[in-house]
Each structure stands twice: as structure tokens, then as C-alpha cells.
């Protein structure tokens, strides 16, 4: 089970904390997002070894760490824009390697809305 928190409403500039927490953390975690009309785009991701993945459009704005909750994952997300207004979902694969792809994971959570205008 996933459960994300921390979505809400800012104006272009602002900042947002996500937090995922998880009751199984898998080999990779992401972080997706999903906004109306297109298709959901993994935004950036932690693999088993730590290391951090972002996509082009939020790489240098936005962070994803772990703290020494070892069944939480954040998203940091600074310098946001109306471009990156989407429902935002953390998501959990078991096997091995840490895809792009969506179906290619095996948990998800409910969602959080982030809203920039």
C-alpha cells in the first residue's frame, strides 16, 4: 500500500513537499504524474542502490530523497510552474531495474493533486 500526501495549490514559483509512504519499499520507487488529456510521465524515481532519476522537464527544480524513515519517499519541488499542474502518484517496482514506464510497476497510490497558477 501507497499512500501520498502534500499536493495542493501554489502560485508559479512556489514550492510543494511530497511524501510517499509505503509498507514495502521495492527495488525502484517513483514518482509519476498525470495531468488531464495526456499520458501519465514518470517525473523522477529512486533506484535500490539511492540513486536518483529525473525527467528533463523537472530536473534541477525538483529533488527526491529518503530520510532515515525507511518506508518514506519525498518530492521536492521548487520553482514550479503551471506546466507542471498534474495528479501526482508515487508508485513501487519489486524486480530488478527502475523503467520509464508505468505499467512497468507494481504498486500504486492514490494520487495527490498539485495545482500551479
Known amino acids: 500500500q501507497l499512500v501520498e500526501s502534500g499536493g495542493g495549490s501554489v502560485q508559479a514559483g512556489g514550492s510543494l513537499r511530497l511524501s510517499c509512504r509505503y509498507n514495502?519499499?521495492?527495488?525502484?520507487m517513483g514518482w509519476f504524474r498525470q495531468a488531464p488529456g495526456k499520458e501519465r510521465e514518470r517525473i523522477a524515481a529512486?533506484?535500490?542502490?539511492?540513486?536518483?532519476e529525473y525527467a528533463n522537464s523537472v530536473k534541477g527544480r525538483f529533488t527526491v530523497t529518503r530520510d532515515k524513515d525507511p518506508n518514506a519517499l519525498y518530492l521536492q519541488m521548487n520553482s514550479l510552474k503551471t506546466g507542471d499542474t498534474a495528479m501526482y502518484y508515487c508508485?513501487?517496482?519489486?524486480?530488478?531495474?527502475?523503467?520509464?514506464?508505468?505499467?512497468?510497476?507494481?504498486?500504486w497510490g492514490q494520487g495527490t493533486q498539485v495545482t500551479v497558477s
Open positions: 508508485a513501487v517496482r519489486l524486480n530488478s531495474g527502475c523503467p520509464l514506464n508505468w505499467e512497468d510497476f507494481h504498486a
Open positions: 514495502h519499499r521495492g527495488n525502484c
Open positions: 529512486m533506484d535500490g542502490f539511492g540513486r536518483p
